[in-house]
C-alpha cells in the first residue's frame, strides 16, 4: 500500500492539521467522533476525541496502523461496547502534556495509602507481605518478545469479538487514553491523566501497548511479564494500586493474582 495524506476528518484530530502525517491506502470508512459537551460540561470541543471505524476492525487492520504510527501519529485502539461511550462521545479529553506531572510511584503511594487507611486491619491481609507499606514500583520485566509482535498478537486475540477500530492522535499508546478522553476508571480515580502516566511506566519497564479500550476496562499487550513468584507479587501490588477490582473481585489476595501474571502476555483489567 503506498502512503498518502491524512483523510481530512483524521487531519482535524491534530492542532497542526495533520501537517506531514500519512496513513495507507485502504482505511476502513468511519468518521470522527466529537465529546459531547453536555457529558464534559467543558462546552464545546476544539477538536475531534478521535476517529472510529463504522464496521468491526480486522487484526490485520490495527496491526497495520500500529506499523504505520511512526508516520501517522495516530494510535490504534480496539473500542469495546461501542455504542456507549464511544459512538456517543462520552468521553473527557486531556492534554497529554499533564501527564509528565505525574509518575507511577506517586500514583501508587497516593492510593496505597488512602486506601489502606480506611481498610478493616483483618482485610490487610490481602496485601501481604506488604500490608499497610507501599512497595513501590516493581523492577523492570525482561523483554521476551517484540512490543509490537505482542501487541499485534493480542489484537488477533481481541478482534474476533468485532470492535470496531479507534485511531487517536498521540504520541503513544498510554496518552491516547487520555487525548481520546477514556473515563473506564471512573470509579476509582476521577482523573484519567495519573493513571495514564503509570501506564507510560508499564509502556518502558514492561513493554506494554494499549490495545483495547472498553466502557470499564483495559487491555494491555505485555513484552516484558514478571517471570518469577517474587516479581510477580510485585507487580501485583501495583496491579492493585491501578485497578483494585482485578485483585478484590477476583482472585481475592495479591498472592494468588500473582500466580495468574507470572509470564502472561496480556493485562486485562476491569473496573466496577
Not at 243 to 268: F, K, M, R, T
Request: net charge negative; glycine share 10%.
Amino acid at each position: 500500500m503506498n502512503d498518502h495524506r491524512l483523510p481530512r476528518e483524521l487531519a482535524r484530530l491534530f492542532a497542526d492539521g495533520g501537517r506531514g502525517r500519512g496513513l495507507p491506502a485502504g482505511l476502513p470508512k468511519g468518521d470522527v467522533v466529537w465529546p459531547d459537551p453536555g457529558y464534559t460540561r467543558q462546552g464545546e470541543a476544539a477538536r475531534p476525541a478521535f476517529w472510529m471505524s463504522d464496521e468491526p476492525a480486522s487484526a490485520a487492520d490495527w496491526a497495520l496502523l500500529r506499523e504505520w504510527h511512526p508516520h501517522s501519529g495516530l494510535w490504534p485502539v480496539l473500542l469495546d461496547e461501542s455504542a456507549q461511550p464511544w459512538a456517543v462521545g462520552q468521553v473527557v479529553p486531556d492534554d497529554p502534556r499533564q501527564i509528565d506531572h505525574f509518575t507511577a510511584e506517586g500514583f501508587m503511594t497516593e492510593v496505597w495509602e488512602e486506601w489502606v487507611a480506611q481498610m478493616p486491619r483483618d482485610q490487610l491481609e490481602e496485601l501481604e507481605p506488604y500490608g499497610g507499606i507501599c512497595p513501590g514500583p516493581a523492577p523492570p520485566g525482561v523483554l521476551v518478545a517484540d512490543p509490537g509482535a505482542v501487541a499485534d498478537w493480542l489484537a488477533r486475540e481481541l478482534a474476533p469479538k468485532g470492535m470496531p477500530l479507534g485511531l487517536v492522535a498521540a504520541a503513544r499508546g498510554a496518552d491516547a487514553l487520555a487525548v481520546m478522553g477514556w473515563q473506564g476508571a471512573l470509579h476509582h480515580n476521577e482523573w484519567m491523566v495519573p493513571m495514564a502516566a503509570v501506564v507510560r511506566s508499564w509502556e518502558e519497564r514492561f513493554g506494554a501497548r494499549v490495545v483495547s479500550v472498553g466502557f470499564n476496562t483495559l487491555d494491555l499487550s505485555v513484552a516484558g511479564p514478571p517471570a518469577d513468584p517474587e516479581h510477580a507479587l510485585h507487580v501485583a501490588a501495583e496491579h492493585w494500586a491501578f485497578c483494585p477490582d482485578n485483585i478484590v473481585q477476583g482472585p481475592g489476595d495479591l498472592q494468588g493474582y500473582a500466580e495468574q501474571i507470572i509470564g502472561a502476555h496480556a493485562w486485562s483489567f476491569w473496573w466496577d
